[in-house]
T-cell receptor, first 110, second 115 residues
Framework: GNSVTQMEGPVTLSEEAFLTINCTYT??????LFWYVQYPGEGLQLLLK?????DKGSNKGFEATYRKETTSFHLEKGSVQVSDSAVYFC?????????FGSGTKLNVKP | NAGVTQTPKFQVLKTGQSMTLQCAQD?????MSWYRQDPGMGLRLIHY???????DQGEVPNGYNVSRSTTEDFPLRLLSAAPSQTSVYFC??????????????FGQGTRLTVV
């Protein structure tokens, strides 16, 4: 079947710290992988995506690499800002459906 | 572009009441879907549609009905609300479900409380 597992939060970091949020997946076939971000009171917004193995998605200083050998898609950012505080969802798309992880809340303190 | 519009944003229902959550998109997307978001459980798919006149069940369809009479609209109906349906509901659309690399666009959400 298809499923996504991501690290539990909350993750609390100081401004300018390095961020890693782990995400692993199980899937049949060749899924596409996504990271979405949800700011308080809002819907989910696409942060980045990768559509095949070894692709790297990047946006706003965030990046993630599609690793088929380890079935992972870890999110990284070199220097977080207070404005990055949000909930981050890892997701995969296979056939007609999206499958989401449980979300990781990030708190960035000044 | 308005994108995906959901109404209402907040709703309180009494157990046993019925209501319809509205979802409309203006991007001419074939694929639309409804999710519920519960703490610690991420988003779970309720129902989805690959085009007008076609709907199918997702992971948690019980207690919900949908229809797709137009490309733009995909309403979600709660026939007899239960406290277990207290959740935040999101509608999403994408160009087509067959293109797995296309992103989904989400509405702002409807926060539903059933008392």
């Amino acid at each position: 079947g298809n499923s996504v597992t991501q690290m539990e939060g909350p993750v609390t970091l100081s401004e300018e710290a390095f961020l890693t949020i782990n995400c692993t997946y199980t899937a049949t076939g060749y899924p596409s992988l996504f990271w979405y971000v949800q700011y308080p009171g809002e819907g989910l917004q696409l942060l980045l995506k990768a559509t095949k193995a070894d692709d790297k998605g990047s946006n706003k200083g965030f990046e993630a690499t599609y690793r088929k050998e380890t079935t992972s898609f870890h999110l990284e950012k070199g220097s977080v800002q207070v404005s990055d505080s949000a909930v981050y969802f890892c997701a995969l798309s296979n056939f007609n459906k999206f499958y989401f992880g449980s979300g990781t809340k990030l708190n960035v303190k000044p | 572009n308005a994108g995906v519009t959901q109404t209402p944003k907040f709703q309180v229902l009494k157990t046993g009441q019925s209501m319809t959550l509205q979802c409309a998109q203006d991007m001419n997307h074939e694929y639309m879907s409804w999710y519920r978001q519960d703490p610690g459980m991420g988003l779970r798919l309720i129902h989805y549609s690959v085009g007008a006149g076609i709907t199918d069940q997702g992971e948690v369809p019980n207690g919900y009905n949908v229809s797709r009479s137009t490309t733009e609209d995909f309403p979600l109906r709660l026939l007899s609300a239960a406290p277990s349906q207290t959740s935040v509901y999101f509608c999403a659309s994408r160009i087509t479900g067959q293109a797995m690399n296309t992103e989904a666009f989400f509405g702002q959400g409807t926060r539903l409380t059933v008392v």
